[in-house]
């Protein structure tokens, strides 16, 4: 298993961050403006593959890369994440999402889940 961390500057790597170091990311959710599904494993709504790149470019979205790769990558059995995460709400809904980045821009949904943290 190759194991990727997530920087604080946006960088997605099978560098681990070193000890003591503390990387972090924030944005603000607004109840109001929720982040749209777009695609993904759904039944009463488009689903499969589709484009993120919209999605991506919000504010309340965080987005981690790796550089491009030289070759291609397969991705087999479970894919896994562990995020540490705090919020000042009583529910906070978290998503993971592994994405293709095309060299046109657009970004091809792979797998995808959400939790619900209660506080």
């Known amino acids: 298993m190759t194991k990727y961390y997530y920087h604080g ?10 000890e003591g170091e503390t990387e972090s990311t924030s944005y603000i959710f607004d ?4 982040v749209p599904t777009v695609g993904g494993n ?17 504010s309340d979205v965080l987005t981690f890369e790796t550089p491009v790769f030289s070759r291609p990558l397969p991705l ?8 540490y995460v705090s919020s000042d709400a009583i529910d906070t809904d978290f998503m993971v999402r592994i994405s293709d980045v095309y060299p046109t821009g657009e970004v091809r949904l792979i797998q995808d889940n959400a939790i619900r943290m209660r506080w």
Do not use: H, V
């Not at 500057?9 to 070193?18: E, R, W």
């Open 9 to 18: 500057d946006g960088t997605l790597s099978t560098t681990q961050p070193k």
């Open 42 to 58: 759904n039944l009463d709504m488009p689903c499969g593959p589709l484009d993120q790149a919209e999605i991506d470019q919000r």
């Open 76 to 83: 087999t059995g479970p894919l896994l994440a562990t995020l």
């Open 31 to 34: 109840p109001a403006n929720p």
